[in-house]
């Protein structure tokens, strides 16, 4: 009898992991859909928050400076865009820039990363130089980016690089892998490739053409300074002025590894508030103030949360865990400044989601106005983003955020 009972049981926890978990990994659905090569599938037995995994291959030659510009500008815009998802992703950016032999480097690689604001940091220090001979070292960057980025493993995972130049690949290098065989390896992988054309050079029509149709991605062409909306708004200011004392109000705890790893983060940003245009700080305070943006905001072990949350008892961490504000202070100083930030956070917090809704508001009625803007970097990145998610389970319907 208990045998027979044992059965009845596990064949309802069976059939209620089949009825609760049903999705295959997005890695395996892309193959799918999309390829002849087959990858075995997982079964997750947990849910997953949905990974949004994007690269951007950057053509960092001198030709490139308007691009890479606009790119500055942007990656907050595109970061809120793709998670403007149901279910909300958690978003991780990478890059990689790119040049030729001869130049200061062949690639710069920056890993794919939820900390966005150091993702933005390194893409700071990007410069348009080098170049000026035809080809470049298109081959080497797609294979960073397929194979030295820390792409997830998450059974839910959207997989994307966006490769983004305006010269056709060489092609003649000796011993160097090749984008054939390179998009072969992505494909494995789960990961599409399409590919942004800057400027109109006939030579690259063709590669840049056939790099997405192996890539299982779509080829689309832009101006050579990318063709993406710019706008500053009446909200710009405030978001920035705003989002700056938010960061002042993150204290972070654990070991000292733990500690030095976020005053790296604490760093980046210090860097991007100092150095990036109001605009762009704007977009910050915009993508942070949604539930995507909460990761980046918050970095790891941040102290304030944690205790908000529950998940940890100020009274029980150790002296040598606490951030440095806090261990001069009595116990009971500790509790309250701690307070005294939680609140300053949420009132900072609610202020900038009302401005960031009106920023969104005053920028779509603008667009609408200048008659849409169909043509541009953003709609075209929305498009194929909200087409190529679908496989991983995440609807876009709201169109790009500017």
């Not at 989002?243 to 590894?257: H, I, N, P, Q």
């Not at 075209?380 to 389970?393: C, L, P």
Request: proline share 4%.
């Amino acid at each position: 009898m208990k045998t027979k009972l044992l059965g009845i049981a596990l064949f309802t926890l069976t059939l209620g992991a089949v009825l609760y978990y049903p999705s295959l990994s997005a890695r395996n659905l892309i193959e799918q859909s999309r390829s002849t090569i087959r990858a075995p599938i997982r079964t997750p037995l947990i849910a997953q928050k949905p990974i949004v995994d994007v690269v951007f291959v950057l053509d960092t030659t001198g030709s490139m400076s308007g691009l890479i510009d606009a790119a500055k500008e942007k990656i907050w815009s595109i970061a809120t865009t793709m998670s403007a998802a149901q279910p909300t992703p958690e978003i991780r950016i990478g890059l990689v820039g790119y040049r030729d032999r001869g130049d200061t480097y062949v690639t710069r690689i920056v890993n794919l990363s939820s900390d966005l604001d150091s993702v933005y940091a390194a893409l700071m220090d990007f410069q348009a130089d080098g170049g000026g001979d035809g080809p470049e070292s298109v081959n080497n960057a797609l294979y960073d980016a397929v194979h030295q980025m820390a792409w997830s493993e998450a059974d839910q995972a959207y997989q994307v690089i966006f490769l983004v130049g305006d010269a056709p690949p060489h092609m003649d290098y000796q011993g160097e892998v090749q984008y054939p065989a390179i998009l072969a390896s992505a494909a494995e992988k789960g990961i599409v490739v399409n590919t942004i054309q800057c400027g109109n050079m006939t030579e690259t029509i063709q590669p840049w053409t056939q790099i997405a149709s192996l890539g299982r991605g779509n080829y689309f062409q832009v101006e050579q300074a990318g063709s993406a909306v710019a706008m500053t708004t009446p909200f710009d200011e405030e978001i920035a002025t705003l989002s700056a004392k938010l960061d002042e109000t993150r204290l972070y705890y654990g070991s000292a590894e733990q500690r030095e790893k976020m005053s790296a983060k604490v760093a980046a940003t210090e860097k991007l508030h100092e150095g990036a245009s109001v605009a762009s700080r704007a977009g910050r305070g915009a993508f942070n103030s949604g539930e995507a943006g909460k990761e980046n905001f918050l970095g790891e072990n941040e102290l304030v949360d944690a205790v908000a949350s529950g998940t940890v008892r100020l009274e029980e961490l150790d002296k040598d865990a606490l951030p440095e504000a806090l261990k001069p202070m009595a116990p009971a100083a500790q509790v309250a400044y701690v307070e005294q930030l939680a609140t300053e956070r949420k009132e900072l917090s609610a202020r900038v989601r009302e401005l960031a809704d009106a920023r969104s508001d005053y920028m779509k009625k603008k667009v609408e106005e200048a008659g849409g803007a169909r043509d541009s970097l953003d709609q075209k990145i929305y498009d194929t983003v909200s087409r190529q998610a679908e496989v991983a389970g995440l609807v876009y319907e709201d169109g790009p955020a500017y």
